[in-house]
């Protein structure tokens, strides 16, 4: 049974690149959020949707990042212009209907030079 | 503005003693607590929860305690293993939410267990 998927795990890139994370959430869970982690503020919530609808991307820092969930099997966070300040661990995390805990993916790791 | 909030961004504990981990929210809102656990290069995996209708939560080794009047809930491990060494993440889920099951998560605290 696969879980949340994630890729790429480590990406390495430079400052202006385009930078597209990608998620596959676990079948049947119809909630999926993006998280991004750094050392100062822990896991910060940046966007997530339920039943592939954005409901709240309040979280989302600026306009160079945007997310998207065309079907429920996929998700994408884009970034672009990156920027340094933009590396973190980003994590893609699912929810089914009945559970009160979200699952997550193994993360991406992003460095921006 | 940080909700939640984990003020010890590290812990050392010895390997049979008592590990506790605070965590403490400004949202009365709130009324569904979890906690997670990370280890190096893993996605964050669930380890317990509470529900805002209880003061105390035990699984195992594991037991959560919530104080509603302070707005605060611990973590306590014991005894504590070196397999316990890892990061651990405080949740809260505001009250309504239920269905779409947003988190607002801490910093983190980082636990090492030494043998």
């Known amino acids: 049974d696969a879980g949340v998927i994630q890729s790429p795990r480590h990406e390495v890139t430079e400052m202006g690149q385009e930078v597209t994370l990608r998620c596959k959430p676990i079948?049947?869970?119809?909630?999926l959020f993006w998280y991004r982690q750094t050392m100062m503020r822990g896991l910060e919530l940046l966007i997530y949707f339920n039943n592939n609808v954005p409901i709240d991307d309040s979280g989302m820092p600026e306009d160079r990042f945007s997310a998207k969930m065309p079907n429920a099997s996929f998700s994408t966070l884009k970034i672009q212009p990156s920027e340094p300040r933009d590396s973190a661990v980003y994590f893609c995390?699912?929810?089914?209907?009945?559970?009160?805990?979200?699952?997550f993916g193994e993360g991406s790791r992003l460095t921006v030079l | 503005d940080q909700q939640v909030k984990q003020n010890s961004p590290s812990l050392s504990v010895q390997e049979g003693r008592i590990s506790i981990l605070n965590c403490d929210y400004t949202n009365s809102m709130f009324d569904y607590f979890l906690w997670y656990k990370k280890y190096p290069a893993e996605g964050p995996t669930f380890l317990i929860s509470i529900s805002s209708i209880k003061d105390k939560n035990e699984d195992g080794r594991f037991t959560v305690f919530l104080n509603k009047s302070a707005k605060h809930l611990s973590l306590h491990i014991v005894p504590s293993q070196p397999g316990d060494s890892a990061v651990y993440f405080c949740a809260a889920r505001r009250r309504g939410s239920s269905n779409t099951g947003k988190l607002i998560f801490g910093q983190g605290t980082t636990l090492q267990v030494k043998p």
């Open positions: 995390a699912g929810r089914g209907r009945n559970t009160g805990e979200l699952f």
């Open positions: 079948s049947g869970h119809n909630s």
